[in-house]
């Protein structure tokens, strides 16, 4: 049993009741985060990343929803839990963060008060206990005076210092899974850059596993041990960092890489658009914007994933038998690497 | 002399925001959200305009078009008929934006189109976008309804979207169609100059890719200048022949991308660029780490703005410390004068810790050391005296004191002095104290290890 992932998640599939129709936000992901690991799900927004995180946790609404598939953690079944069972799990041992602090918080109580209620919520300790180990957190998340502000409202912090305090609240029981959705994508990149630092750093000294959802590709190079690239609803391909940054597999990944700023080929972005999600196309998903798509690819389901290289693997069907992936090749790759050729195993 | 001369002029624009007082006593103070910004925009050029967010980039934009009246200050512009005017006898300019009538602001408005942030909340939900687009056409008087729409659908296409958009609903587009919208609708007075807030800021990153790709296409078609104010520093690296950096109000630094990019001048220019991620996985980020929050606009920090987050902030030579701890020094001292620091609330710390749950417990002057990362003894002698009599008048209510004391030794010519701008050369201006000859040979300038 204490082989099993932290966070084991399979073909976890989401789906919403609209009126135009059955939406299917989350189509048959595989994700799995180990302790001191930190995967990121990346792709645009309506990829399906914070339904994802959301249906792991079961903070979907069902109805209208509806989640199917299986999610460990730590080896137990989540999806046979009870929803007192799960609230002992949501904030004691996975921590969610979300965009924007904002909402995330009471204005009516202290910044304090807020984190010394988490503690005491899944522990017995004392009120002046549990206020002095919200003034550590908040001094461990950097904030300055740690033991003034901690007696300050959310509207006295900015938005830096709100999502740090977010994050204080959210290790306050020393998660063993902490997932952060795009928690630094509304904030500076001064900011920025210290959030990043301390989610390292905390996960490097706890152990903590985590899930990091982001669109920003830059944030993805500082911050993943493996990523996981989303494209309506689907995986489109998984590796580790260096994998995914210098020899991208799939033709979607590539596009992606292609957007960067001061790394793309004449600001292309991606033409066309993402596919309806209550009516997706045959095949694979990125197939219509796909330059490389060839007919087979608008039949049936999404391709297979296949191993491309260690650990990574890409959901194309020019890497399947019988095609031929040279196509690929010619692919205006991120920088055009020399190794592109000899890196396939 | 019109060859040489700048589109766009603006010259120690100011907007200060009246705060405070009552029904009859009037203003106390000001929050000072734009404070005397220079800069020139040439024709055909992109200047982009960077920093934190409320550094006050969007006022400074609002106030060169007038949305929000500027407080001082003067926004020379010499599109349309107005080249090469000279000064009134009087030192007031006749391009002078901040004193036109209501003409010649309506003719000015023609000649300068803007672009915001969100796109979904700037056109009319129940408008079809053509005539959205149109609308300025029908307020500057073409009543012509067959060439106005003759007009958008030529814009439209030329966006990259089709005639047949025309009759569409706002709702009908996603956001990156949106904003090619409202570019249409920018560009559809043939202005000479746009100004764009955070034009791509709320999109994808395949969509900015996208946007900024025709940015950047329309301009050199139609020849236009562009006010780019963005807080992400990569899009404006990418997009910008030249950038301004701001930071409460103030231009800290100014000069070609690519100089300000690769040699940074002013040390908070140099940390924003330390912080942009890198899509390089091979690289770890060491980005300056500022300390302290953005000081409040309504009491900015005297001399140097920046002082009381810079991490190169000038160490006296008589202060034997290393960096960090001389960083550290100053923002306690800082916090004393800000009344940051609750001693009541460290020495119940303390107590708690010392009879709480089995911790080694701690006196209130080390938990205050703890507290703002000061060593347990500085090396220095001289200063570790000052430290621990201003610690002790901290403890005991007394921070006037404990700031006076402080001050003896911690002190930086960066707070008394407001540095000048200096020219590096090519355009490259920044305004640091570090810069200044003679506080480099008084060997003051001690940069970080």
Known sequence: MTDAPLLNVENLTTSFETDAGRLIAVDGLDVTVERGETVCLVGESGSGKTVATESITRLVEEPPGSVDGTVRFRGRDLGTLSEPELRSIRGAEIAHIFQNPQDAMNHCYTVGWQIAEAIRVHEDVSRAAAKARAVDLLDRVGIANAAARVDDYPHEFSGGQKQRAMIAMALATEPALLIADEPTTALDVTVQARILRLVNELKAEYGMGVLFITHDLGVVSEIADRIVVMYAGKAMERGDPVDIFEHPAHPYTRRLLACLPGVGSDHGGIPGSLPDPTDPPDGCRFAPRCDHAVEACSRGEQPAEIEVGSGHCASCIHYHEGYDESVLATDEAVGADPKWEESDD | MTETEPLLSVRNLEKHYPVGGGLLSGPSGAVRAVDGISFDIARGETLGLVGESGCGKSTAANSIVRLEEPTGGQVLFNGGDRKGRTRNDDGTHPNDVTRFDRTEMKAFRREVGMIFQDPSSSFDPRMPVGDSIGEPLSVHGLDDRRRRRAIVEDLLGRVGLTAADYERYPHEFSGGQKQRLALARALVLNPELIVADEPVSALDMSIQADILGLLDRVQSEFGLSLLFISHDMSVVREICDRVAVMYLGEIVEVGPTESVFTSPKHPYTEALVSAIPTPDPRTANRGIELTGSVPDPADPPAGCRFHTRCHAVVQPPDLDVDRTTWRQ??????????????????????????????????????????????????????????????????????????????????????????????????????????????VRTAREWQTEQ
Do not use: K, N
Request: glycine content about 8%; aromatic content about 2%.
């Open chain 2, 329 to 438: 020094l100053l923002d306690f001292r800082l916090a004393i004068e800000a009344g940051e620091v609750d001693a009541a609330a460290i020495e119940e710390r303390a107590r708690i810790e010392a009879d709480g749950d089995g911790r080694e417990g701690s006196t209130a002057a080390e938990q205050l050391r703890r507290t703002f990362d000061l060593p347990e003894t500085v090396s220095d002698s001289a200063v570790e005296e000052d430290l621990a009599a201003a610690i002790g008048a901290v403890l005991d209510g007394e921070d006037g004191r404990a700031a006076e004391r402080l001050r003896s030794t911690v002190r930086t010519p960066c707070e008394r002095q407001h540095p000048e701008s200096v020219d590096h050369g090519d355009g490259h201006e920044s305004a640091c104290i570090r810069h200044d000859p003679e």
